[in-house]
């Protein structure tokens, strides 16, 4: 025997194989009150003669119960059903705050240094007229105070 089982199984639990392997994996408990016992528990006579699933839970006895049986508690189930997933939210775009179009692939961006994004013509033509941001009023005086963005 290896290392850890005894004849009643691991851990004081006794396990039953089935003398062809079966396919399917459902289990039923029938709680009870944990019970002591020593030995080895026998299966009924007639177990060799129909499939059979078998229960067990810490404080449940192995029980076996028929196929049949086992199906049509599952039938009994409640029925949940999940909600389909929220559409995914539409990319985000960029949007001049001077002209108001999207920003297109082709669309040469710029940024100030506030942060703010504009086409780079509507930015050059708004800093020709007065040198603060169209957006926050900061004043953008140098060559230095926005920068090309390359998306």
């Known amino acids: 025997m290896p290392p850890g089982r005894n004849s009643e199984g691991i851990s004081g639990y006794t396990f039953h194989q089935h003398p062809q392997p079966s396919r399917i994996f459902e289990y039923t408990t029938i709680p009870h009150q944990p019970q002591v016992r020593f030995g080895a528990q026998y ?3 007639n177990y060799m003669d129909q499939p059979t699933l078998f229960t067990h839970t810490s404080t449940s006895r192995v029980q076996p119960i028929s196929i049949n049986r086992a ?17 995914a939210p539409p990319p985000a775009s960029l949007k001049c705050a001077v002209c108001l179009t ?50």
Do not use: N, W
């Open 71 to 87: 199906l049509s508690s599952r039938d009994r189930l409640p029925t949940v059903t999940i909600p389909p997933p929220e559409p």
């Open 43 to 45: 299966m009924p006579s």
């Open 102 to 151: 999207l920003a297109g692939p082709t669309t040469q961006l710029s940024s100030t240094i506030c942060g703010h994004i504009f086409c780079e013509e509507c930015l050059l033509q708004s800093l020709g007229h007065d040198k603060r941001c169209p957006t926050c009023r900061k004043s953008i005086g140098r060559k230095s105070s926005y920068h090309r963005i390359y998306l």
